[in-house]
Nanobody, 121 residues
Framework: QVQLVESGGGLVQAGGSLRLSCTAS????????MGWYRQAPGKRREWVTT???????NYADSVKGRFTISRDNARNTVYLQMTSLKPEDTAVYYC???????????????WGQGTQVTVSS
């Protein structure tokens, strides 16, 4: 069993900052990339950012220059530092690990339960 648990969401005013964390736990042998998605009310879930196991990153154009993803491989944790937040960043943010190999050799994708981020204008 592998679980991803997010934390750090909340309510912030426009222009403010928040830091999200996501920790993977369980029978983990290896984790490849980790990333964040978000889903605003009435909209589809959209990709936000990904960080590979070697630290290379990619960002959606909508967050480039404002959001920073990082990871601590020793703690199986990924972070999302969000700055200059806008009301349109309001969404449930989901942590994603597209390929986790367990100690019994099985690989699968995992998602966190989501954490709400609300940006007021």
């Amino acid at each position: 069993q592998v679980q991803l648990v997010e934390s750090g969401g909340g309510l912030v005013q426009a222009g403010g900052s928040l830091r999200l964390s996501c920790t993977a736990s369980g029978n983990i042998f290896s984790i490849n990339a980790m990333g964040w998605y978000r889903q605003a009310p009435g909209k589809r879930r959209e990709w936000v950012t990904t960080i590979s196991s070697d630290g290379s990153t990619n960002y959606a154009d909508s967050v480039k220059g404002r959001f920073t993803i990082s990871r601590d491989n020793a703690r199986n944790t990924v972070y999302l530092q969000m700055t200059s937040l806008k009301p349109e960043d309001t969404a449930v943010y989901y942590c994603n690990a597209p390929w986790v190999v367990t100690t019994i050799g099985r690989g699968s994708e995992y998602w966190g339960q989501g954490t709400q981020v609300t940006v007021s204008s």
